[in-house]
């Protein structure tokens, strides 16, 4: 009850066009105490701001007149108004949307879906920091960003991202492992429907043994027809396809669609009546760009088995105008034809982004940000962290974090280490750690869970920040208070 009362005076402006969305944060907010106001977009935003100024700002990005960048660009660029925190909530997670996020100057960033209580907590450490004039020098896509850079912006980006881009990765190694054993089904299942065949050809010769010989020039069924028109043909087709939670295709040796699966419409929007052959598909799949024939060409070649198969990937344009990246799979049928399994690698790709994105801004943050497993031995340390305790992360990952505490603080590691895999952060404790040449280093320190996809706790992130010089003004403080009692 004394948290709702003292939130009651944080005015809270959410701007999102989507009534659920925006009725879901408000939600979520009034019952922790906070005052809410709704808008639906920039526009509409900044004339509420004229009517009463908010404590922090919520905004989409994805919105009609004027998107959640630009609102943000606005405040962040008015001399009155650039005070007032704006945190970015939005699904997008790829590194460009968060790059011109910050760029655009929010304060904060939170990916959806997200947990009530990780917005609240978003909420809460956003109005806690306080603006400063670094900037953070971040390197992405053969670019210099320059970031501002106020005491938790990074920890924070990396909080609110890490967790996505962790699922996102165990999803698509799951799909990985799953799209394998779907191959191995499919070559056992048309090994089957092969031996089914044979055995239908040999009972039909067997039938016309003696009475009607086929003329010269007159064919006897193939096994790939005789197989085609047996039911049970259908029913194995019927099996692998109602199974297989993948795009198929089959293709004929003269390149015409024969057969293209429910999933292969929902992910191209393409039926086989848009596409009945591949000169159709690459006209549509492969517009004309510069590398349009470099593409149709690998096309080719995977088809035919001469293409790296599996490490190919193809940037697909889909019926509605969306580039989806593909890899494909490829299976030799009987009769020349070949069955094709297709697996969108875009999200992926985009996770791939992501934590090359991460990566780079823990590489260039000024704080110092080590990895640690639940027994306190060292996984990661970027450079700031060997600008603060003297080592070089070759010198530590693998060790202990004991290497850097203090003696006498030696008795409280596993009592942290317990309460973080108990998944309670520790936010903002001042602290003492050793340096390498045993001189010591006063750091502000956050610990957090790292989970993984199923929100188990799997290791520690530490976020340090250097506050030797704030401790030192401290104390330099407290001995002129001493001197002068009455100042």
Known sequence: MKTQGKNHSVNVLIVEDSRTQAEYLQHILENEGYTVVLATNGIEALEKVKIGEPSIILTDIVMPEMDGYELCRVIKTDEN??????????????PADLVKGLDAGANNIIIKPYEPKHVISRIQNTLQLDDADSTLEVSFDGKTHTIPAHKLRTPALLLSTLDNALKKNTELSEANELLAAVNRDL???????????????????????GTDTPSRGQESPGIHDAGRNHPQYDEIMRMVVGHLPFPLSLIDASGKFRFMNTKFEQLFGYTIEDIPSEKEWFSKAFRDTPESKNFISLWKRTLEGAGAKDSSTFPVTCKNGNICQISIHVTPLTGDERCVVFEDVTGKLKSDRLRFFLASIVSSSHDAIIGKSLDGTILSWNRAAERYY???????????IAIIIPPELHIHLPLFLQRIANGEIIDRFNTVRVRKDGSRINVCV??????????????????????????????????????????
């Open 81 to 94: 108004l650039r005070h007032i925190p704006v945190i970015i909530v939005t699904q997008l997670f790829d």
């Open 187 to 209: 070559q056992q299942k048309f090994e089957r429907h092969k031996a089914i065949s044979k055995t239908l050809q040999s009972s039909q010769q067997s039938d016309t043994r």
């Open 390 to 400: 003297g080592y070089l992360a070759e010198e530590v990952v693998g060790k202990s």
């Open 446 to 487: 956050t610990l957090s869970p790292i989970r993984d996809e199923g929100g188990r706790v799997i290791g520690v992130s530490t976020i340090a920040q250097n506050v030797t010089h704030s401790k030192n003004n401290d104390l330099s403080n407290q001995a002129e208070d001493q001197a002068d009692p009455h100042r």
